[in-house]
């Protein structure tokens, strides 16, 4: 059971992201952590533990990773020190130092203070006349805790900018954060919790992590991009958004997985490749690569499985109802498979389904046809090119979980 292997490790993590979600305003401070306390299976922070423990002491510089979690500024306790510096004044807070506390008075210079970190001794590094031998740790580094937490920051922060754009009243069974607290406070807060995950990611130590969150951030908005319709654009704008053709190997289909890409497999791709990084993974070592395609696979199987219960009864997933994705207005996988047999669903597809009776009859189409079989089928291929990867890994409790979950994956309800 991948959850009970690390249920400490996610309670854990569940507790801290109250003191990194923490602002001046407190207003801010509620609806930033107002999805943290209707939680979701917590599947992206998971899927960063089991990375980490099936590939710590595969990469190369490991033993470089491990000697800084313990004496340099990638300690748990460097990392929990709040993200808003002490000697910068970044927002007002009365705990901080009188010469910070304050806009009364003007700034004056500070003297700087200087700490100094010890180097890992040249011992740890590998050397051609002692290559590095993999050999799983099975332990988890306080950087990659740490990464585990930003994901759900930027996977959070993704979910208020979508329930505004999306205009949902719900989110997991319970109001969302447009719903409780109004459009503009539900997008400042997730541009908070951006700007948090930020500060956190800039202390991991590693550029390539930083330029692989990044990448995430951007990729979300793209995809969001690639998900709008005309009927989103002001009248007259014309921006090209997506391509006409409804065959499966043509423009729209092709849209619809790359959407499903940069919307939900991004993050869990370049997360846990990201927490193989911060294992001591190096260029040229497969580990990063086996990280990415898993995720990669596994995260389009998520999506299509969602489409997928779009179509079933509502009540498990917390959605207003059957068929929300077509009252948005989007064609996913089922919808473009049934197109294929019956035709007719072409002009609803094209406008919206924006017309009266376009909802239901495109429902009952869909049920009426294969396109819920072999959208499933598609999920299944990539579920079982994700097992496929792993077996480059050696076996471990941590593979193990990873295959479990990527079963829950294509067999859930929710």
């Given at each position: 059971d991948p959850h009970a292997l690390f249920s400490a490790e996610i309670a854990r993590i569940q507790s801290q992201l109250c003191n990194l979600l923490t602002s001046s305003h407190p207003s801010l401070t509620e609806i930033a952590s107002y999805y943290f306390r209707h939680p979701s299976k917590q599947i992206r922070p998971l899927l960063v533990l089991l990375f980490s423990r099936a590939t710590n002491g595969l990469g190369s510089h490991f033993p470089v990773k491990a000697w800084a979690a313990e004496h340099s500024r990638l300690r748990e306790e460097e990392l929990d020190a709040p993200l808003t510096r002490p000697d910068v004044l970044c927002d007002f807070n009365p705990s901080m130092p009188d010469h910070t506390a304050s806009f009364n008075m003007p700034f004056n210079l500070h003297s700087p203070s200087r700490r100094t970190y010890p180097s890992p001794p040249s011992s740890l590094y590998p050397s051609p006349s002692s290559p590095h031998v993999p050999v799983l740790s099975h332990s988890i580094l306080p950087t990659q805790m740490r990464l585990a937490q930003i994901v759900e920051m930027?996977?959070?922060?993704?979910?208020?900018?979508?329930?505004?754009?999306?205009?949902?009243?719900?989110?997991?069974?319970?109001?969302s954060g447009p719903a409780a607290f109004g459009n503009k406070l539900a997008v400042l807060g997730g541009d908070f919790l951006?700007?948090?995950?930020?500060?956190?990611?800039?202390?991991?130590?590693?550029?390539?992590?930083?330029?692989?969150?990044?990448?995430?951030?951007?990729?979300?908005?793209?995809?969001?991009?690639?998900?709008?319709?005309?009927?989103?654009?002001?009248?007259?704008?014309?921006?090209?958004?997506?391509s006409s053709?409804?065959?499966?190997?043509?423009?729209?289909?092709?849209?619809?997985?790359?959407?499903?890409?940069?919307?939900?497999?991004?993050?869990?791709?370049?997360?846990?490749?990201?927490?193989?990084?911060?294992?001591?993974?190096?260029?040229?070592?497969?580990?990063k690569e086996v990280a990415y395609a898993y995720g990669r696979n596994l995260g389009l199987a998520f999506q299509l499985v969602d489409d997928i219960l779009d179509f079933s009864s509502s009540g498990s997933l917390g959605k207003p109802g059957s068929g929300a994705d077509l009252r948005l207005g989007l064609a996913t996988g089922p919808v473009l498979y049934a197109a294929e047999e019956y035709p007719e669903l072409e002009l609803m597809i094209a406008r919206g389904f924006d017309q009266e009776g376009d909802v239901e009859r495109a429902l009952t189409l869909v049920h009426?046809?294969?396109?819920?079989?072999?959208?499933?089928?598609l999920a299944l291929a990539h579920a079982d090119k994700a097992r496929e990867v792993l077996q480059l890994l050696p076996p471990s409790d941590a593979r193990e979980g990873l295959v479990a979950l990527t079963e829950r994956v294509v067999k859930r309800v929710w």
């Open positions: 930027i996977h959070v922060a993704s979910l208020l900018h979508d329930d505004v754009i999306d205009k949902s009243p719900l989110r997991r069974g319970a109001p951006l700007g948090r995950a930020s500060a956190a990611i800039s202390r991991l130590g590693s550029a390539e992590v930083v330029e692989l969150c990044a990448g995430v951030i951007a990729n979300l908005v793209e995809g969001e991009i690639l998900q709008m319709s005309p009927s989103d654009l002001p009248e007259g704008a014309s921006i090209p958004l997506t053709s409804a065959s499966p190997t043509g423009g729209r289909w092709s849209t619809y997985l790359r959407k499903t890409y940069l919307k939900t497999a991004a993050l869990m791709a370049k997360g846990i490749r990201a927490a193989v990084v911060l294992g001591g993974c190096r260029d040229g070592e497969v580990w009426a046809s294969s396109g819920v079989a072999r959208t499933r089928e």
